[in-house]
């Protein structure tokens, strides 16, 4: 099972977060680029395990479960590091909780509603919102860097990532929202049923 490129490339998406973390401490420039790089590494390999895996008909349960576990994982990490490094500050901080939250959220639903065999399918507006999300942190992860290549008068890379994350973070809510939804709806009929 572990021989399967796409839970080895799940699996390499876990084994990416403490180089991660230990890049975004590195200083200036190399710092800058290669936590940026690997979060992109991270977020490729999570659009690429998924394809491979309907492509080449390797579906498994150790994917399924691994899967939403590392995507969880990088972006909670990147998140907390860009608040913990004032990159992500005063209000902007909600947009961050937002989608953490809803990270959370979903993995309660998910769990709730696989036990009545039930599968929350990804809306192409949730993968808008995980695409917008991804730019966006790989944006803020570029730094003072990413402001020098990145600056069109009064945007800069920080603050095109800044909207980018306010942006994800509304389509959050909305996705957030109809997922919720449709959990609260069965969970009602399953209790009607008793």
Known sequence: ?????????????????????????????????????????????????????????????????????????????????????GTIRHYEVIAAIIILTREILISGLREFLARGQIKLPVTNLAKLKTFLQMVAIALLLTGETGNKIIDFRDYNAQTIGIILLWLSAFLTLYTGYEYLRKGIDHAISEDNKK
């Open 1 to 85: 099972m572990l021989k399967k490129i796409p839970n080895i490339l799940t699996i390499g998406r876990i084994i990416i977060v403490p180089f991660f973390v230990l890049a975004f401490y590195l200083p200036g420039f190399y710092g800058d680029l290669t936590a940026c790089v690997l979060f992109i590494i991270a977020s490729f390999t999570d659009f690429l395990d998924g394809m491979l895996a309907r492509m080449m008909g390797e579906e498994s349960k150790l994917g399924e479960l691994l899967d939403p576990i590392a995507d969880k994982i990088i972006v909670a990490t990147a998140l907390i590091l860009l608040v913990m490094s």
